[in-house]
């Protein structure tokens, strides 16, 4: 079982970046691919970004490709959301998960981190 631990959000003002960390440990990372998730009050959540954990191939959602990189650092065990140009739609709460290649669920979830973007 992969335990996912994020960090990094906070309060900003529109137009600026934030990025977000994710500490991962325990399973075999390179049968995982690793997403970024968030959820806004009232809304369902929606899947940002992934990434293969093995080869970092990696897939970012039409609605914030351009200004949202995702990224990992297999010797620090961290998975990465770069978050630049930042609207305040963009409020939510962040989560990263993992789930197994091939698999379609992601059964793994981190606490979430706050992200506030102020107009």
């Known amino acids: 079982q992969v335990q996912l631990v994020e960090s990094g959000g906070g309060l900003v003002q529109a137009g600026g970046s934030l990025r977000l960390s994710c500490q991962v440990s325990?399973?075999?990372?390179?049968?995982?691919?690793m997403g970024w998730h968030r959820q806004a009050p009232g809304m369902e959540r929606e899947l940002l970004a992934a990434?293969?954990?093995?080869?970092?191939?990696?897939h970012v959602a039409d609605s914030v490709k351009g200004r949202f990189a995702i990224s990992r650092d297999s010797f620090q065990n961290t998975l990465y959301l770069e978050m630049t140009a930042l609207k305040s739609e963009d409020t939510a709460i962040y989560y990263c998960?993992?789930?197994?290649?091939?698999?379609?669920?992601?059964?793994?979830w981190g606490r979430g981190t706050q992200v506030t973007v102020s107009s």
């Open positions: 998960a993992a789930k197994l290649r091939g698999g379609t669920d992601y059964r793994s």
């Open positions: 325990g399973g075999t990372l390179i049968n995982y691919v």
């Open positions: 990434i293969t954990w093995s080869e970092g191939r990696s």
